[in-house]
Structures are given as structure tokens and as C-alpha cells.
């Protein structure tokens, strides 16, 4: 039988893609980071995808990531907006959900240098950072299985704090 994968959510520049490679390396599990995912699906960098085809078709296309492939046994690095998203019981079934908590004046920091967001942050342009993470934080509560408060800790050491929650 199969182990659930384990999915990481949080905001932009929460780490999940440097985490999610870290797992994967220590665990042996492949790395599925939902953000790649949409651009080779696309053959488009993401802020492209979304400026072309608008925000119901990449949030219906992580949906369908979600849905269509099996996340068992996987490290799965799903996007910020995967909570506006109805796939919260198909990650469930297939995965632990651990959010990387990461305070605000953290991604503030993070994310400064990305002033044109060329991450293609759905929702930054509208409603600027702040009011994006207040909006964001209790459906990441909400969605959250497992939460690693990730203040002051170095990557290894957030890695460390998965494995022991799984007993890896």
C-alpha cells in the first residue's frame, strides 16, 4: 500500500518549492511542483499563462494537476492560490497538508526584489502583498494539516521538523 505524499502550502516565497526539493532528496519521493507543472503544461512562464488565459483557467488547471495524477508518495509544491481552489479533499485523500508558516515582514522581504511579479502572484497587482496575506492565512489555517512555524529556522532544519512528523 502506498504512503500519502506530503503537500506544502503557504504564500509565495514560503519556501515550498526550496522545502519540496530538500524532502524529496531526503525521502527518495519525486518532487511535483504544481507551479512547473502548469508552465510546461502550458509551454508559458506563469505570469504569461494568467495574463493570456486569466485566473479561472490556472486555478481550474491546478485543479485538474490535483486531481487527475496520484500524489501518493509524492512531495508535492502546490501554488499560494491552491486554497481558492476545491481540491482541498483530493489533496487530503492523497497527502499530508503541511503549511510553511512564514511571517509577513519575511515575505515582504522575499519578494521585494520581484517588483514586476515575475512569479505571477494571482491577486498581487489587485490587492497588494499585505492584503493578500490576510486574506490567504485563515484558509491556510483552515486547509492546514500540520503547520511548521518556519520564523528563524534554516531550511534544513524545517526539512528535519516533516520527517519527524511522518517518522521518515
Not at 125 to 150: N, V
Amino acid at each position: 500500500m502506498k504512503r500519502k505524499g506530503i503537500s506544502l502550502i503557504g504564500m509565495p516565497a514560503s519556501g515550498k518549492s526550496t522545502i519540496g526539493r530538500e524532502l524529496s532528496q531526503t525521502l527518495g519521493f519525486p518532487l511535483l511542483d504544481i507551479d512547473k507543472w502548469m508552465e510546461e503544461y502550458e509551454n508559458l512562464p506563469l505570469k504569461q499563462a494568467i495574463a493570456q488565459k486569466g485566473v479561472a483557467y490556472i486555478l481550474a488547471l491546478e485543479s485538474r494537476c490535483v486531481r487527475e495524477l496520484d500524489l501518493h508518495e509524492t512531495i508535492v509544491s502546490t501554488p499560494g492560490s491552491i486554497i481558492y481552489n476545491d481540491v482541498v479533499e483530493p489533496l487530503r485523500m492523497q497527502t499530508n497538508i503541511v503549511w510553511l508558516n512564514v511571517p509577513f515582514e519575511t515575505l515582504e522581504k522575499r519578494l521585494a526584489p520581484d517588483v514586476n511579479n515575475e512569479r505571477g502572484i494571482i491577486g498581487l497587482a489587485e490587492k497588494g502583498l499585505r492584503c493578500l496575506y490576510e486574506e490567504r492565512l485563515p484558509l491556510y489555517q483552515q486547509w492546514a494539516q500540520y503547520t511548521i512555524d518556519c520564523e528563524n529556522k534554516q531550511q534544513y532544519e524545517i526539512t528535519q521538523e516533516i520527517i519527524d512528523l511522518f517518522g521518515n
